[in-house]
């Protein structure tokens, strides 16, 4: 499980018992100052922590739940994304904006887990797709950022989800 402050990482482990790990943090979690709590989310990551797992701390704590799209592709409970969505986006309280999904995929013929330098275009377009229709705030996490940015907006132009600054273009 993944905490992000910020754009800060602190990565969680499973030191051989999960179900204790994940109760040490709520532990944790519960002592820290509530301006610090208001700050965190919890994330799925691609080896120790599903999506599952995320939303049964969500449910013990109400932090919000983070979706990794990549790390659940690589490590999950057999569970269809679309599927998980709706949880996910019931974690995020208005307060809390809206919720967050990292998207990235993996760099074909690296190690599984290293992340794609440059943007799937049909991945991410079966990717909006799927999430259809939830309203979420997309993170790229991809090698040449602005490059796919470009590109993913582009690709994104039509989705009625997308937001659009037009006193800022204009």
Request: glycine share 6%.
């Amino acid at each position: 499980m993944t905490i992000r402050q910020n754009s800060r990482f602190i990565w969680g482990g499973g030191y051989g018992d999960k179900a204790a790990s994940i109760g040490r943090f709520i532990e944790n979690y519960e002592q820290l100052d509530d301006a610090i709590r208001r700050r965190l989310v919890v994330e799925n990551d691609e080896r120790l922590y599903t999506i599952s797992d995320c939303l049964a701390v969500h449910k013990r704590t109400g932090i919000p739940v983070l979706f990794d799209v990549f790390h659940h592709a690589l490590y999950n409970n057999n569970e269809c994304m679309a599927d998980l969505l709706e949880p996910v986006r019931a974690s995020w309280k208005k307060t809390d904006g809206i919720p967050m999904v990292d998207y990235s995929s993996q760099q074909p013929g690296k190690r599984p887990g290293a992340h794609a330098e440059h943007i799937n275009s049909e991945d991410f377009r079966s990717f909006l797709q799927s999430s259809k229709p939830f309203d979420i705030d997309v993170m790229l996490e991809i090698k040449d950022k602005e490059k796919s940015a470009e590109l993913a907006l582009s690709i994104a132009r039509n989705d009625s989800r997308l937001y659009r600054d037009d006193a800022a273009a204009g």
